[in-house]
C-alpha cells in the first residue's frame, strides 16, 4: 500500500488510540448526545472504558445537526489528535422525507426517480450532520417469509444490480470531496443475506460459489463499480463461515479480486456472534477472526476494544492489520473533508429549510405514484367522485405507511389515506370504518363497517401489515394478511357492493382470498410520507398505475421459493410430452405464482406486436436489435415497462428460463404507437461455468419481450464464436461484471 500522507499521524498514536478508530458506538455513549450516558441492555455490558469512548472512531446514529455538532465538539476537546468523529445511519429510503420502502421502488423500474430519492436523502442526512449510510441493500430475495424482503429490489440479479448503481449515484453524487450535500454509501449485506434457510433472519445462508457468483453478488459488486465507498458484513454464514469472520470471502474476493480498498464495517454485534455461531471460543477470537478476515470498523461489541491490544502485543496478530484499517477510515473522512471542516455540512438553521421540504414531498410523492402495483382491475377503477366511498380497513387512517427503516421520519408527517381521500371526496361521498385492527377485531368494529358499507356505493378497503410484522427479524411463516382482515373481506363481500382493496405491506403476500372476494387491488407496499396522496391520485385517475413486481406473489407459502428465473428441471410441468403425474409439479397448487415478476397492470391496455432482430446471428463483437412496436390500445395515457428476457437454450450449466437483460419505460397516449429497440451484445449472455469461468457460450437463445415475465413475444437468435482452443484460463475467470 503507497505511504498514506497520514502515516505521520499514524506513528504518533499509541496503539490504544489507534484501535480504538476501529470501534463504532451508538450516540449515547458520547458527551453531547442528546441521550448522553442513557445505555441500557446490553450495550452497558459492553464493558468499554471511557478512553475508549474518547478516541473510538465513529458515532451511529444521531438525530440532526445539533446533537452532530456538540458531540463533534466535545470530542475534539478530549481527542489528543484533533481527529474527526465520523456520524453514521440507516438512511435507506429516507431521511424524514420518507419514499417508498425499496421493494416499492424497484417495482417502479425508475432509476432516475430512484437516484434522485438517495439524492434526496443524501441532502437531509448530511445537513443534519451524517456522512455515511447504511445503503443500498443489495441483498437478493427469493424467500417473501423474509421481513427484509422490504428493503430489496428483489429478485433480479440485472434489477437489482441497477438499482444498487442508482442508489450509490444518489448518496455520493460524483465526488463526495466536493459535494457535501452528499453522503458515503454503504453497500449491505455482503453476502447473501436474503437467502436465509426458511426466510427466518440471521439464518444459515447454504449455496454452491457458483450461485452466489451468478445471483447474489452481482448487486454489491454493481455497487462497488459505482464507487460505494463501504461495505457492511452480513449476519449469515457463507458457506460454513460467518461473513464477519470469512476470509474467503473479504480477503480473498472481496478485497483481492475486487480490488475494493474501501472500509468494511460489521453489521451490529457480528463480530461477537462469532463466538454463539461457534467459530470463535472468546471475543478475543471474535476480534483475531474478524479483523484477519479484514474488518476495519465494529459495530455494538467490544471484542476490538478489549481484545486487540492484547492480540497485537502477544504477537498473535500484526500491528500492520490494525494500521491499515485506520488508514481506510482516515481515507473516508479525509475524502470527506473532516480533517479540514469535522462539521462538514451540519447546520441547525439550514436543516430546518431543507429536511421534508415541500419540493422533496414531491418528489416523494411521485415516486410512490410509480412504485403502487395494480394487480388487478375489473373496471372499478378509477373511482368515480360522484360514488359514495365506505373506506375501511386498519389502515384507512393510519400513519404506519413509512414502513421499516424509516427511523428520523414521523407517522404524524405521513399523508394518510383517509386524509387524503377527502380532498377528494367531500361528506357524505367518504365515510370511514375502522373494521378491524391490524390483528384483532371486534363485533362492533365490523357491525359499524358493514354498516357503513351497506350505505355506499364502492367499499375501499384499507389493510395490510403493521410495519414492524416485516423488517429486520421480522420474519413470518404465514405470507397470508392477519386472519381478522380476511374475515373482514369476506363479511363486507356479503353486502354485495363493488370493492376495492389497497394493501399496505413490505412482503410478497399470499393473495388469493383478496382476489377471490374484490373487484381491484392496488399494492402500495409501505408508500412512505405522501403514500396517501399518491394512491388517491392514482385510484381517482390523475395519474394511471405503471409499477411491476420485481417479486414473485406466490399462490401460497407452500410454494415458496418461487422465483421467475428458475430453471426447467427434467421434468418441466408444460412439457408437450408431459406425463400426467411424474412431472415436477405439486398436487395441489399451480407451479407459477399468482402474480409473476414484471406483472403489473395499467388503466389502459398494451398490445405487443411484430418483434424482430436485427440478425438471427451473433458473433462475438456483434450487437443485435431486437425491436418491438408497442401500442396504447386503450383510453387512457399510461406509462408501460417494456422488459427484454433472454433464455440460454443449452448451457454448460442449466441456464434460468428468462433472465432480465434490459427494459424501457415509455410513456404512450390513447392509440399511440411506439416503437421500442433494445441492443443486445455477447456479454450480456455470460455466466459462470462450472469452473467459474464468466464466459458466454455459442448456441441458440430466445428472446422474449413484453410487459411482464410471463406474456412475451418470442425470438431466437445464434451466438456464434472462433471456437480457439479451450484452455483452462483462470485469467478470464471469477470476474463479476454486469
Ligand atoms: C442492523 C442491520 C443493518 C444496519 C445496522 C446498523 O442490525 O442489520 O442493516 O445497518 O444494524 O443499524
Redesign the pocket.
Known amino acids: 500500500m503507497p505511504l498514506s500522507k497520514f502515516q505521520p499521524l499514524l506513528n504518533e498514536m499509541t496503539l490504544t488510540e489507534k484501535i480504538a478508530q476501529l470501534v463504532q458506538l451508538a450516540a449515547p455513549f458520547f458527551k453531547g448526545s442528546k441521550d448522553e450516558g442513557q445505555i441500557t441492555g446490553p450495550l452497558a455490558g459492553l464493558g468499554l472504558s471511557q478512553q475508549t469512548v474518547k478516541d473510538a472512531g465513529s458515532v451511529?446514529?444521531t438525530s440532526g445537526a445539533e446533537e452532530v455538532i456538540r458531540i463533534q465538539k466535545a470530542h475534539l476537546q478530549e481527542n489528543r489528535h484533533g481527529i474527526p468523529l465520523l456520524f453514521m445511519a440507516?438512511i435507506v429510503h429516507g431521511y424524514k422525507t420518507i419514499f417508498p420502502v425499496p421493494i416499492a421502488i424497484g417495482c417502479s423500474f425508475d432509476l432516475e426517480l430512484a437516484e434522485k430519492s438517495a439524492e434526496i436523502a443524501a441532502k437531509e442526512a448530511a445537513v443534519s450532520g451524517l456522512h455515511v449510510t447504511?445503503a443500498p441493500?443489495a441483498d437478493l430475495v427469493r424467500d417473501p417469509r423474509w421481513g427484509r424482503v422490504m428493503e430489496t429490489t428483489g429478485e433480479d440479479p440485472y434489477l437489482n444490480s441497477e438499482f444498487a448503481r442508482a442508489f450509490v449515484r444518489g448518496f455520493q453524487g460524483q465526488n463526495l470531496s466536493l459535494e457535501s450535500s452528499r453522503v458515503a454509501a454503504c453497500v449491505?449485506?455482503f453476502a447473501a443475506y436474503g437467502a436465509a434457510e426458511g426466510g427466518r433472519d440471521y439464518n444459515t445462508v447454504n449455496m454452491s460459489e457458483r450461485e452466489l457468483r451468478e445471483s447474489y453478488l452481482p448487486a454489491y459488486k454493481a455497487a462497488l463499480d459505482e464507487g460505494a465507498e463501504m461495505v457492511?458484513t452480513s449476519?449469515n454464514t457463507v458457506d460454513g463461515i460467518p461473513a464477519t469472520g470469512n476470509k474467503n470471502l473479504m480477503r480473498d474476493l472481496l478485497r483481492d479480486e475486487w480490488q475494493f480498498d474501501g472500509i468494511l464495517i460489521s453489521?451490529?454485534g457480528a463480530v461477537k456472534e462469532l463466538i454463539p455461531h461457534g467459530v470463535a471460543k472468546d471475543e478475543k477470537e471474535a476480534a483475531r477472526k474478524a479483523i484477519e478476515a479484514g474488518v476495519d470498523i465494529e459495530?455494538m461489541s467490544a471484542c476490538y476494544a478489549l481484545n486487540l491490544e492484547n492480540l497485537v502485543l502477544e504477537g498473535t496478530i500484526n500491528e500492520a492489520l490494525i494500521d491499515e484499517a485506520v488508514l481506510r477510515i482516515f481515507t473516508l473522512k479525509d475524502k470527506l473533508g473532516l480533517f479540514e471542516n469535522p462539521y462538514r455540512a451540519a447546520d441547525p438553521e439550514e436543516e430546518k429549510k431543507v429536511v421534508l421540504s415541500d419540493e422533496n414531498r414531491v418528489y416523494a410523492r411521485t415516486l410512490a405514484e410509480k412504485s403502487c402495483v395494480l394487480l388487478k382491475n375489473d373496471g372499478l377503477l378509477p373511482l368515480n367522485v360522484s360514488k359514495k366511498v365506505a373506506l375501511i380497513g386498519p389502515f384507512s387512517t393510519s400513519g404506519d405507511i413509512l414502513g421499516p427503516w424509516s427511523w428520523m421520519g414521523s407517522k404524524d408527517e405521513a399523508v394518510t389515506l383517509y386524509e387524503a381521500m377527502k380532498t377528494r371526496l367531500s361528506h357524505p361521498n367518504l365515510i370511514t370504518a375502522q373494521g378491524c385492527e391490524i390483528h384483532t377485531g371486534s363485533e362492533e368494529q365490523l357491525a359499524k363497517a358493514i354498516e357503513a358499507a351497506t350505505n355506499a356505493d364502492i367499499i375501499l378497503l384499507a389493510l395490510g401489515e403493521a410495519s414492524e410484522m416485516s423488517g429486520?427479524a421480522g420474519s413470518r411463516t404465514s405470507i397470508q394478511l392477519p386472519q381478522v382482515q380476511l374475515e373482514l373481506i369476506k363479511e363486507l363481500k356479503k353486502v354485495n357492493k363493488p370493492m376495492a382493496a389497497v394493501l399496505f405491506n413490505g412482503r410478497p403476500l399470499d393473495l388469493h382470498v383478496i382476489v377471490e372476494n374484490t373487484d381491484a387491488i392496488l399494492e402500495a407496499w409501505f408508500p412512505g410520507t405522501e403514500g396517501g396522496s399518491a394512491i388517491a391520485n392514482l385510484l381517482f385517475g390523475d395519474s394511471s398505475p405503471s409499477a411491476k413486481l420485481t417479486m414473485s406473489f406466490p399462490y401460497s407459502v407452500g410454494q415458496v421459493p418461487v422465483y421467475y428465473n428458475c430453471y426447467n428441471t427434467g421434468r418441466p410441468k408444460d412439457a408437450v410430452d408431459a406425463q400426467e403425474r411424474y412431472v415436477s409439479q405439486y398436487l395441489d397448487s399451480p407451479n407459477e405464482p399468482l402474480f409473476p415478476f414484471g406483472f403489473g397492470l395499467s388503466y389502459t391496455t398494451f398490445h405487443y406486436e411484430n418483434p424482430s432482430l436485427s440478425s438471427s446471428v451473433m458473433n462475438e463483437n456483434d450487437t443485435i436489435e431486437i425491436s418491438v412496436k408497442v401500442t396504447n390500445t386503450g383510453d387512457a395515457s399510461a406509462e408501460e415497462i417494456v422488459q427484454l428476457y433472454i433464455q440460454d437454450v443449452s448451457g454448460e450449466v442449466v441456464r434460468p428460463l428468462k433472465e432480465l437483460k434490459a427494459f424501457q419505460k415509455i410513456f404512450l397516449q390513447p392509440g399511440q404507437s411506439e416503437q421500442v429497440t433494445f441492443q443486445l451484445i455477447e456479454e450480456q449472455l455470460r455466466y459462470y461455468h462450472s469452473n467459474l469461468n464468466f464466459e458466454s457460450d455459442p448456441g441458440n437463445f430466445h428472446v422474449y419481450i413484453g410487459g411482464n415475465s410471463r406474456d412475451t413475444l418470442s425470438l431466437s437468435f445464434e451466438l456464434r464464436k472462433k471456437m480457439e482452443g479451450k484452455i483452462n484460463d483462470n485469467s478470464n475467470s471469477i470476474k463479476i461484471s454486469n
Open positions: 451511529l446514529g440507516d447504511f441493500m449491505k449485506h457492511m449476519f453489521d451490529w459495530i429486520e
